[in-house]
């Protein structure tokens, strides 16, 4: 069985936000819009006018914390004591997955506003919900997409350049989490080559892009990196058929959160360190991981385990992910053929070795 879950409408342009209103109207009259202070400080007047053209009412939801199941329900909650019509989420990645899961709650459309492309979550029907504390949860499948994204390039360049860089390494790794699976279904060749297609672009040019971003500088490229990352990135997992496609990386990412001192750090952070351990776990060449490294040292994107949070008592603390990892993701283990109790913590140890190798080496050859 083929699921498609994909928007509706799908608009990435410098300025777009300022076409909220008229894109939100065909859903409904009542809006609910959900933000964080943040996000509300940097689009509050464009799309207060825009829905005001439309003579779209709304209320507001102040978000802030992690995304929760809970949040989800009262947002759901509010919207059916209010009869709101479409659902507008309004911020990053918590934000935007508590609004997917309201939506799915209440049977409402949902209309995404990232401020951050940092992830895709403005596409994927996925919800990842947290505890209070923001230690992850579990998944939640949500029955569709967010019918409506607007992905304002000037807004999305205009935030602190470090997201815009997680949001590359994140991509990248749907290509290289994709690749380590064989398949011929519709559903995995097509996800194979959403992915190959963002890989090869982000590649080429995206670090001349995050470059040009630290000037605010806006492109044809810039448009084409954005859209990398919410929508192939996104078309990724659009397709579900009979098998789900993961490899190291996510897991790595979702199971370290039980660490609270790696919170600070950003999902495409904790992914890019996860994407070197992969490599280690499949017992790629040494010059393939260094290959790798250099890659995401170019682009900043190459932490060590004490940049990502975990540096006093680093074994333990990996010992427990690892151990999240088990209880968690019990199947990838089993595909990757991983029964060694220490093989993460190691690789682990070891992708951190590596890319202190690698900075070395950078220091020795340009001083």
Same mark, same amino acid.
């Given at each position: 069985?083929?699921?498609?879950?994909?928007?509706?409408?799908?608009?990435?342009?410098?300025?777009?936000?300022?076409?909220?209103?008229?894109?939100?109207?065909?859903?409904?009259?009542?809006?609910? #819009?959900?933000?964080?202070?943040?996000?509300?400080?940097?689009?509050?007047?464009?799309?207060?006018?825009?829905?005001?053209?439309?003579?779209?009412?709304?209320?507001?939801?102040?978000?802030?914390?992690y995304p929760t199941l809970q949040k989800a329900e009262e947002i759901a909650?509010?919207?059916?004591?209010?009869?709101?019509?479409?659902?507008?989420?309004?911020?990053?990645?918590?934000?935007?997955?508590?609004?997917?899961?309201?939506?799915?709650?209440?049977?409402?459309?949902?209309?995404?506003?990232?401020?951050?492309?940092?992830?895709?979550?403005?596409?994927?029907?996925?919800?990842?919900?947290?505890?209070?504390?923001?230690?992850?949860?579990?998944?939640?499948?949500?029955?569709?997409?967010?019918?409506?994204?607007?992905?304002?390039?000037?807004?999305?360049?205009?935030?602190?350049?470090?997201?815009?860089?997680?949001?590359?390494?994140?991509?990248?790794?749907?290509?290289?989490?994709?690749?380590?699976?064989?398949?011929?279904?519709?559903?995995?060749?097509?996800?194979?080559?959403?992915?190959?297609?963002?890989?090869?672009?982000?590649?080429?040019?995206?670090?001349?892009?995050?470059?040009?971003?630290?000037?605010?500088?806006?492109?044809?490229?810039?448009?084409?990196?954005?859209?990398?990352?919410? $929508?192939?990135?996104?078309?990724?997992?659009?397709?579900?058929?009979?098998?789900?496609?993961?490899?190291?990386?996510?897991? $790595?990412?979702?199971?370290?959160? #039980?660490?609270?001192?790696?919170?600070?750090?950003?999902?495409?952070?904790?992914?890019? $360190?996860?994407?070197?351990?992969?490599?280690?776990?499949?017992?790629?060449?040494?010059?393939?991981?260094?290959?790798?490294?250099?890659? $995401?040292?170019?682009?900043?994107?190459?932490?060590?385990?004490?940049?990502?949070?975990?540096?006093?008592?680093?074994?333990?603390?990996?010992? #427990?992910?690892?151990?999240r990892i088990h209880e968690v993701f019990p199947d990838l283990l089993l595909?990757?053929?991983?029964?060694?109790?220490?093989?993460?913590?190691?690789?682990?140890?070891?992708?951190?070795?590596?890319?202190?190798?690698?900075?070395?080496?950078?220091?020795?050859?340009?001083?």
């Amino acid at each position: 069985m083929l699921q498609i879950k994909t928007p509706e409408i799908y608009l990435s342009e410098p300025g777009a936000i300022k076409l909220l209103g008229s894109l939100v109207k065909p859903y409904g009259k009542r809006a609910l #819009i959900i933000w964080s202070k943040t996000a509300r400080k940097v689009t509050e007047d464009d799309i207060i006018e825009s829905l005001g053209v439309e003579r779209i009412h709304y209320m507001e939801y102040r978000f802030e914390g992690y995304p929760t199941l809970q949040k989800a329900e009262e947002i759901a909650a509010l919207a059916g004591e209010n009869d709101i019509e479409i659902l507008i989420a309004v911020g990053g990645g918590r934000v935007i997955d508590t609004v997917k899961a309201a939506g799915d709650l209440s049977s409402l459309p949902v209309a995404s506003v990232p401020t951050i492309a940092a992830t895709c979550a403005a596409w994927a029907a996925l919800s990842v919900l947290y505890t209070d504390e923001g230690n992850f949860n579990h998944f939640r499948h949500n029955k569709q997409s967010p019918r409506l994204i607007v992905a304002d390039t000037n807004i999305l360049t205009e935030a602190p350049v470090r997201y815009l860089r997680a949001g590359v390494v994140d991509t990248l790794a749907k290509w290289y989490e994709t690749a380590v699976h064989q398949g011929n279904s519709f559903s995995y060749l097509n996800s194979v080559n959403s992915a190959k297609l963002a890989f090869d672009f982000l590649v080429k040019d995206a670090k001349n892009v995050i470059d040009a971003s630290v000037d605010k500088f806006i492109d044809e490229k810039t448009v084409k990196t954005v859209d990398a990352i919410l $929508f192939l990135a996104g078309n990724v997992g659009s397709y579900v058929g009979d098998k789900a496609f993961s490899g190291f990386a996510h897991p $790595f990412y979702h199971s370290s959160r #039980i660490i609270k001192e790696t919170r600070a750090t950003l999902h495409g952070e904790l992914v890019a $360190f996860g994407l070197i351990m992969q490599a280690i776990l499949e017992k790629k060449s040494q010059d393939q991981i260094e290959g790798i490294i250099r890659k $995401f040292q170019e682009l900043k994107v190459a932490f060590t385990l004490e940049e990502i949070g975990i540096s006093d008592q680093a074994e333990a603390k990996l010992q #427990i992910i690892s151990d999240r990892i088990h209880e968690v993701f019990p199947d990838l283990l089993l595909l990757k053929g991983i029964s060694d109790e220490k093989a993460i913590v190691n690789a682990a140890l070891e992708a951190d070795a590596y890319v202190k190798s690698v900075r070395r080496e950078g220091e020795e050859i340009y001083g």
